[in-house]
């Protein structure tokens, strides 16, 4: 790894225009793979980006790393999203920001309008039961490679372990992932001495949602298509959180307000955003089309992404000074050590109702033991839990 490389630069210079077309390319096409097998949800897309930028190709250090994946926390949205867009950034400038993020969505968008396609066509979605039988054990083993490959870069200090411990418990008791990643980040600046500051970091992490609320998009009234488009920006512009404040805004704004789909069509929509690869934010695109077929799944695709693409790019001049100082280095450090205990609890409860039976327990463990001892690339993994899924359904 080159200097430039360590320290988050882009390979081909740093200035957009010194970026080769090359690079470019490199980052479109990593994405687009990583898209299109990228099952189980951000704990899973943020482990499978790990084995990609870090382990494999060495494009970013492990601190890089952590540190653009405790910044994307700081802004609403779809987090795993915003981390490859920031990472495309740092590796190819504006054009990689643009290259990596329109390739990690697109895969799940297509997917998502074929199945809206034969939802509204036949009355129900095609069985994906036996196929993520398999698939979600080998996620699983993935996130806690990543998790374990992490830990030595986050956890630096006895302190920085019993904070991960706390906001760990925390969230597994129910408490919001907004309030642990605040309080993370808060307590580690506290106890760097800085508490002066914490009025204006509070501020700070707060900015992104002053006059970003409903009252910014009130209903328009020049027609379906343009309400569609408004309500979905207005989303990705304001959510924090999970896929389940992701449910309780759809279901306010197009079960609710709007009356466009029902209850059960909504949790069917939610079910394909999370049991496609991608963005489970690809939900939208389902919604989109059953209010107002392809164009609608268009156009609710682009809103609620857009909002991510733009602040990831304001965010970009923002990450590098969160080091400059001792105490905006603690933010990020606590920031760090929250999202992480994040990503272990969700990765735990997810086991918990993936792993059943021994061969689903066989499935994580082997791949858990092949992640270890070689550098196999994680489609290789997907597409082999996948096929014993498939297996398995047909034989019982």
Known sequence: MTDEQAAGGPAGGS??????WRTVREVALLFLKLGAIAFGGPAAHTAMMRDELVRRRGWVSDERFVDLMGATNLIPGPNSTELAIHLGFDRARWRGLLAAGLCFILPAAL???????????????PAVAGILYG??????AIIAHALFGLLRTVIKNVWFALLAVAALAAYLLGVNELL???????LAAAAQGFRRHREAAHGMLALP??????????DPTGGQLAQLFLTMLKIGSVLYGSGYVLLAFLRGDFVERLGWITGPQLVDAVS???VTPGPVFTTATFIGYLVAGPVGAFLATVAIFLPSFVFVGLLTRLTDRLRSSAWTSALLDGLNVAALALMAGVSFQLGRTAI?????????????????????????YV????????????LT
């Open 15 to 20: 200035e957009d225009g010194k970026v080769s």
């Open 111 to 125: 997917i998502v309008t074929g199945l809206a396609w034969a939802y509204v066509t036949y009355g129900t979605t």
């Open 135 to 140: 698939i979600v054990p080998a996620v699983i």
């Open 180 to 186: 642990v990643l605040a309080a993370g980040a808060m």
């Open 209 to 218: 949602l002053l006059g970003l609320g409903s009252p910014l998009f009130p």
């Open 272 to 274: 394909i955003g999370q």
């Open 356 to 380: 059943v039976d021994p061969l689903t327990a066989a499935i994580a463990l082997a791949t858990l033991a092949l992640l270890w001892r070689t550098k196999l690339n994680n489609a290789w």
């Open 383 to 394: 597409a082999a839990g996948a096929a014993i899924g498939l297996a398995h359904t047909l």
